[in-house]
């Protein structure tokens, strides 16, 4: 049986829009927030520190007046590694007087983002898809819908599902714009219950009252 070499890239290589931005330094392109990778490398691995983690394995100061690091990066088994050296400026200014506290932080997040980069992270992103403007809106699109049906496996449960089967049967039922309305009142309590868990199923409910309201009245106006 051949083994699926690119399994992990294929299920990690897709970026969620909402964690990029446009940077223009030089040249334009697209970062990716740091935390983000953290993220879905946990989604990927499980919890830093058990699933998956880093070292700093060596740190040099070079002559451009810049650190660097190399990071090692495990996942599943610390055998299973990867490295690569992250690089961040000493100073933040041009005269090189205002020291940057955070530079071996900025270091060590470039060489964790290259690390994760090699195991297909955020792959659209280095790709070059990212500077198609239709790809990024079907990124958009795609993430919206995985976010929603996140939301179900982790919020959505047997009894909001009756709550929403319950509210959605009465609404239909309804003969008249009173007694829709009155179904809306009683139901208040178990619709905001469901807003509050998965928000995309309180709206189904409203485009479903937005549909018995125009059919009866329709059939109010041809009565």
């Not at 992103?125 to 990212?130: H, I, M, N, P």
């Amino acid at each position: 049986m051949t083994k699926d070499t690119m399994k992990l890239w294929n299920a990690v290589s897709k970026t969620n829009p909402n964690y990029t931005k446009t940077v223009k330094f030089g040249r334009e392109f697209t970062a990716i927030d740091p935390h983000s990778q953290i993220m879905e490398a946990t989604r990927a691995f499980g919890p830093a520190g058990q699933g998956w983690g880093w070292t700093v394995a060596q740190v040099e100061y070079l002559p451009t007046k810049d650190a660097a690091v190399l990071v090692r990066l495990w996942h599943g088994d610390k055998d299973n590694s990867v490295e690569q050296w992250g690089q961040a400026g000493l100073y933040m200014d041009k005269n090189n007087t205002k020291t940057d506290n955070d530079c071996m932080k900025k270091a060590t997040t470039d060489g964790l983002t290259k690390c994760l980069s090699y195991l297909g992270f955020n792959a659209d992103v280095f790709l070059g898809k990212f500077d198609d403007s239709k790809y990024v809106a079907e990124r958009r699109a795609e993430q919206e819908e995985e976010d929603k049906q996140r939301a179900l496996d982790h919020n959505w449960t047997p009894e909001l599902q009756k709550k929403f089967d319950a509210i959605s049967e009465n609404l239909k039922a309804a003969n008249d714009i009173a007694a829709l309305k009155a179904v809306v009142h009683a139901s208040r309590s178990d619709w905001g219950e469901i807003k509050t868990a998965v928000s995309h199923k309180s709206g189904e409910l409203n485009k479903i009252f937005a549909d018995c309201t125009e059919t009866l009245e329709k059939q109010k106006e041809a009565a």
